[in-house]
């Protein structure tokens, strides 16, 4: 059972991996708009598509595809910590079902972890991979795989040739307070010798179109604006081609990471203690750590949608030329 955000299906990376070397054969059952994720995941076997929606219980839905998946599978590990998730195992009757307490599941989960306390919260790979029963899980990184015929296709399809642009990801599901301003993506984007491709969801097309418009207004065409324009394996195969990616900490931040493309990662309200881009090749700018900013942010990590306190300095602070300076480093 995975997780229904594309960051968290890419930190599950490692336990699948983990379960796979130890010999057991893994079916994913995913969100629609997360599948592709686990198909860029070679230890995956099978990825089962899940007919709901966000919200609500769904149970009838839930009662017909455990109806259809009923004695497939002697294992269920379910990753998400709604009571709701990890009702489909328990209807299919899958006879291990491992998971975090949370939403009063003990009833629904045979074998079950304890939620660390929310201060002492491991980082999430470690968490997600902890469901294992393995120690040493401080070492995990995930990694994603997308065949290169898939990814040449789909530059075709795009019009894009490998390390030919960068990718900026400038959106953040979880709200304004994890995004960096517009018009510092488009200061950067106008200083890039490459053209940058604007990768998101329909919900973001009008900021990245914000970005393109006001970058394309100082040097004609620099930027691309794809948002809701690609489906998520397209978007998966143009980062896994890009020279580099600059994104806030978000879902296609965590993709990017995976694939060990050259990286630049924003933090505002998030901290990169708990949910880091696990790279060798990520720059990471947060103000928290910058011993240099002054007053410091002791409101950091403040984890909320929008600012408290109605400054957002964790973000409007970062200058166009830090990150252009992280980008080139």
Not at 39 to 59: D, S, T
Request: glycine share 8%.
């Amino acid at each position: 059972m995975a997780p229904q955000w594309i960051g968290d299906a890419v930190m599950t990376e490692p336990l699948l991996r983990r379960l796979h070397a130890r010999g057991e054969q893994l079916t994913v059952g995913a969100l629609p708009w997360v599948a592709p994720v686990y198909r860029a995941m070679p230890q995956v076997h099978e990825v089962i598509e899940f007919p709901f929606a966000h919200g609500g219980l769904q149970f009838k839905a839930r009662r017909a595809l455990a109806r259809r998946i009923k004695g497939r599978f002697d294992t269920a590990y379910v990753l998400p910590n709604s009571l709701k998730s990890a009702l489909l195992p328990l209807l299919a009757g899958i006879p291990k079902r491992v998971g975090y307490l949370g939403e009063a599941r003990i009833g629904l989960l045979t074998h079950r972890l304890k939620n660390p306390a929310k201060g002492q919260r491991p980082p999430m790979v470690a968490f997600y991979s902890a469901l294992s029963g393995e120690t040493g899980l401080e070492a995990d990184r995930p990694q994603l795989h997308m065949p290169a015929d898939l990814v040449e296709r789909s530059l075709a399809e795009l019009g894009l040739r490998r390390g030919g642009f960068h990718v900026f990801a400038p959106g953040a599901e979880y709200g304004p307070a994890k995004r960096w301003p517009a018009q510092n993506f488009s200061a950067v984007a106008q200083e890039l010798l490459l053209p940058v491709l604007l990768l998101g969801s329909g919900k973001e097309s009008a900021l990245c179109e914000e970005i393109a418009g006001a970058a394309n207004a100082r040097r004609p065409g620099v930027c691309i604006n794809l948002a809701g324009k690609t489906s998520l394996i397209q978007a998966l195969c143009a980062i896994a081609a890009a020279k580099s990616v600059v994104s806030n900490d978000s879902g296609l931040m965590h993709v990017a990471a995976a694939f060990g493309v050259p990286q630049v990662a924003i933090f505002g309200s998030s901290s990169p203690l708990h949910t880091p881009p696990l790279n060798t090749q990520a720059s990471v700018v947060w103000l928290k750590n910058d011993t240099s900013y002054q007053p410091p942010l002791d409101c950091a990590p403040c984890f909320a949608r929008e600012c408290p306190l109605g400054h957002t300095r964790c973000l409007n602070d970062i200058s166009a030329e830090r990150v252009l300076q992280a980008l080139r480093a």
